[in-house]
């Protein structure tokens, strides 16, 4: 289109991230379902439970497109593992220690909500970020490697501003 774009920022982020500041300490690890995959995303929470015990809680979100048929198949629990059937993407997010998942939108989102994200590295993530911004896991094992020690997969608050413009409300003016 013969128009020129104004970048704007992201208002919603910004109310997220100010509205759950204060909502940190979880030893939470949320795995982010794709809506297509979820008993992949299941067996890596498995298999991180496993190898973690009770040091972390470990939850799988379904996808929104997925979520009323795995609650329904599946209800709130399995083997260990929570299934997270709450709406509320954000307050997930910000009550997580770490999360996990290919890339998509909730991940960029877990930024500044969540201590530590992380990717899985497979094909889907190389296809759609060749030099993806995130620390990329690829077992269970790699994933509690990473929990018990170290720094990766935490961002600070600069971070953010790679993906989305800061002042929406000068910006949108």
Sequence with gaps: APAQAVVVG???YDGMRARYSSTKGSARVLFLSD????EHFLTLARELKGIIGPAFDVAVRPHPMERTSVVKTLGVRSDGVEIDASVDLYGQL???YAVVGEVCTA???AIGLS???FSLS???TKFY???CPFVQISSAGELADQLRG???GRYDATFPALFWAGGWRVNYA
């Excluded at 809506?35 to 979820?38: A, K, L, N, P, S």
């Design 10 to 12: 992201n208002p919603h």
């Design 35 to 38: 809506g297509v995959r979820f």
């Design 129 to 131: 970020f060749p030099e």
């Design 94 to 96: 910000a009550g997580a």
């Design 115 to 117: 201590e530590r994200v």
């Design 150 to 152: 170290g720094s990766a």
């Design 107 to 109: 991940l960029f989102e």
């Design 122 to 124: 497979n094909p889907v």
